[in-house]
């Protein structure tokens, strides 16, 4: 039996599922960025097979267009998207695109992805991979097999934009630990691909093919949780009771892009207009309004991502020099990164610590933009050990600003305003990321090895 949106407690003293919810948010996060964590992850696999291509340069280039692209068109539009089937189309075609990374490069990789999309909704198809990355591809490079890698990419950053924009603008307006919980999974996939990685080449370093193995194992896992967040997205976590409330509260404010969420939950979306009269004579601000309202915390993710993906991957994968590591030195440093990344996006929810002052987060902002040089003369003249403790405190910044940011932005609005700030705010972060990809091009011309 549904329930009309008018009759539900406008404001009750206990909302139950919040633990549950904010398990939830973490795990979503961790979904969103799997997909492109495990990409950089493999990158000593892309670099065997395409040794002359950039391959972690060049794909972060390819990822991001289509990101920000498509994220200004949703953002143009955050009012008119549904938010649930802008999430699950995200999630699915993560999980699609994902596995289809196990089965391209070959003569037979058409085939191969077109029998992916046929049979995906049947993830048994899952335990197969192993032995289907071993018909369809020998391990070999090549251009041909390098672009299908590339078109891969570009639906990545198109499933990106979906997900970070709709999942962050819906968590905007609950409360403040379930945005804080998304955007740690997002560190925390990072972390888990990282480990996993190392965990797949330590098993398979001295077998046969033991690095496309190792692969072939890792990228099946990163599709498991792909497809386990389209099931926790579109059956458990709609129907929290926590998430309900917060949703119909956005509802009564005005906000259209809940209602197939609602439906989902068994509320009544008939009921939207009815509940939301008042508040639509109440005018919410407009997108423009609301962007030079915020135009400074806009500007602190942009920055804070310009500096990160001037320096990660790229940067740490071709210039940092031969070391005792060896091949793994590269994975370390992007495992250090990882961690630091996700612990530092725990560290607000200490409140005395937590920054919110608006000039302090300018501040510290443009502060990391000295990491430059030191990254430069530690590449030139410094030590392993050096390099490691610099990029522990690119990734302990990166997450602690990120959580900051995204949690403060927000108070004070409507539930419509928040939707529309948060797809704002992971815009002119995409844009930074774009803009730091690009800039990373930077330290191969300035050492003359393009």
């Known amino acids: 039996m549904t329930t009309a949106i008018s009759s539900i407690s406008p404001s009750p003293t206990r909302l139950e599922g919040k633990f549950m919810g904010m ?10 960025l799997v997909s492109w964590n495990s990409l950089l992850s493999i990158g000593d696999y ?82 197969f991979a192993s032995v289907q990355l071993d018909l369809a591809t020998s391990g070999k490079g090549g251009l041909g097999n390098y672009i299908g890698v590339c078109a891969i990419v570009g639906t990545f950053g198109v499933a990106d934009a979906h997900v970070q924009g709709g999942m962050v603008g819906d968590l905007s307006f609950m409360c403040p630990e379930f945005i804080q919980s ?16 190392l965990m797949t080449k330590a098993a398979f370093e001295n077998s046969s093919n033991g690095l496309r193995k190792g692969v072939m194992l890792f990228l099946a896992i990163s599709t498991f949780f792909e497809f386990l ?28 892009t809940v209602a197939a969420d609602l439906a989902a939950a068994g509320i009544q979306t008939q009921q939207i207009e ?31 991502y310009v500096l990160t993906l001037s320096i990660f991957p790229g940067f740490l994968y071709e210039n940092t020099g031969t070391h005792k590591l060896g091949s793994w030195y590269a994975l370390v440093l992007i495992a250090m990164y990882n961690v630091w990344d996700l612990i530092a996006r725990y560290i607000p929810l200490i409140e005395k610590i937590k920054l919110k002052s608006r000039k302090g987060l300018m501040i510290a902002t443009l502060s990391r933009f000295l990491l430059i040089p030191c990254f430069y003369f530690t590449a030139k003249y410094g030590d392993q050990g050096w390099m490691i403790f610099l990029v522990s405190f690119l990734g302990l910044t990166n997450g602690y600003l990120t959580v900051c940011v995204m949690t403060v932005a927000p108070q004070g609005y409507k539930g419509p305003e928040q939707n529309a700030l948060g797809n704002i705010l992971v815009l002119f972060l995409l844009g930074g990321i774009f803009s730091g990809v690009a800039l990373d091009w930077l330290w191969i011309i300035g050492n003359g090895k393009f």
């Not at 998304?182 to 990685?197: D, I, M, N, P, V």
Request: proline share 3%; with cysteine; net charge positive.
């Open 23 to 32: 398990l939830v948010c973490w795990i979503l996060g961790l979904g969103s």
């Open 46 to 127: 892309y670099y065997a097979l395409y040794p002359n291509y950039h391959p972690s340069r060049v794909l972060t280039l390819v990822y991001q267009p289509f990101a920000l692209g498509t994220m200004a068109l949703l953002a143009y539009n955050e009012a008119k998207v549904d938010t649930r089937m802008r999430n699950l189309a995200g999630y699915t075609v993560f999980t699609l695109s994902t596995f289809s990374l196990i089965v391209v490069c070959s003569a037979f990789s058409d085939f191969w992805f077109l029998c992916c999309r046929c049979f995906a909704h049947s993830f048994v198809i899952c335990v």
């Open 182 to 197: 998304f955007l740690a999974g997002l560190a925390a996939s990072g972390a888990l691909t990282s480990g996993l990685r």
């Open 229 to 256: 967040c389209i099931l926790l997205y579109a059956f458990i976590f709609p129907k929290l009771p926590i998430v309900k409330h917060y949703r119909t509260k956005a509802a009564g404010e005005g906000s259209t």
């Open 274 to 304: 009815k509940a939301g009269d008042d508040a639509k004579q109440l005018q919410r601000l407009s997108t423009k309004q609301l962007f030079f309202q915020n135009i400074d915390y806009a500007l602190d993710l942009y920055l804070i």
